[in-house]
């Protein structure tokens, strides 16, 4: 199964991606994550794409594409199987993607759109905590770790990001409306494109999401 989950910032795609992994045995790669490492090590595609990152606006494509092909070529049994998520973000990134699905002979099976109202997600975002080490994601309300303040997977100490701050959010749902339409035409003209309802319980929306994907897998089979 080879997806790409887009919504807006805090609609559960890192979420999803991470159930979809662990039980549909997928790679999960999302390019918030690939960032914020190349960020935290300092390399040099980590310091040109930082002052993008903090100001919640988009990282050049030239970059991101360059981040995602390096990513893709150094895990090789991840290209049968994967969740991707936050890349492709603009109608370029989508079409270095399919360029680069195109010379290993690979095809997407579903680009599921994560559909959650704006004023739901401030209030999503503030109670947000992450895990720096194992990537994995909380909420203070709707998914509090068992130790407050630490990751259940790995025990690693819970942060919050510095762009989950309300106008930072605010700047990165601007730019998600601004740039959206046309990523999902293009996935809709071939196609690909199914949008699950991303609101009420994690799990839910996880039995919702593959519903879709596997309904959407047979009506393509059947044409
Ligand atoms: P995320 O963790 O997906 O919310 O991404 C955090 C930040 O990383 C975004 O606000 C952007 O600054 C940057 N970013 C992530 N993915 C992309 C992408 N595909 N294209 C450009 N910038 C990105």
Redesign the pocket.
């Given at each position: 199964m080879r997806l790409i989950l887009i919504g807006p910032?805090g609609s559960g795609?890192?979420t999803q991606a991470q159930l979809l992994a662990a039980r549909q045995q997928l790679c999960a790669i999302?390019?918030?994550?690939l960032?914020r490492e190349a960020v935290r090590q300092g390399t040099p595609a980590g310091q040109q794409a930082a002052p993008?990152?903090q100001r919640?606006?988009?990282?050049p494509?030239r970059l991101?594409n360059q981040l995602f092909a390096e990513h893709f070529h150094r895990h090789p049994a991840c290209a049968h199987r994967f969740v991707l998520?936050?890349?492709?973000?603009?109608r370029a990134?989508a079409e270095a993607l399919e360029q680069l699905l195109d010379a290993e002979h690979l095809r997407l099976d579903a680009v599921v759109q994560l559909v959650v109202p704006d004023e739901d997600i401030v209030q999503r975002l503030s109670g947000r905590r992450i895990c720096p080490q194992c990537h994995a994601s909380y909420h203070l309300m709707y998914h509090p770790p068992r130790v407050p303040g630490r990751c259940d997977q790995c025990g690693a100490a819970l942060l919050q990001r510095a762009?989950d701050r309300e106008e930072i959010v605010r700047q990165?749902l601007r730019i998600y409306h601004q740039t959206y339409g046309e990523l999902l035409r293009y996935y809709q003209e071939r196609g690909l494109l199914v949008p699950v309802p991303g609101q009420g319980e994690i799990e839910a929306v996880y039995q919702r999401l593959l519903q879709a994907v596997q309904a959407l897998a047979g009506r393509r089979g059947d044409g």
């Open positions: 910032p795609k890192g999302g390019m918030g994550d960032l993008y990152v919640g606006e988009l990282v494509d991101v998520e936050g890349y492709p973000r603009t990134q762009d990165r």
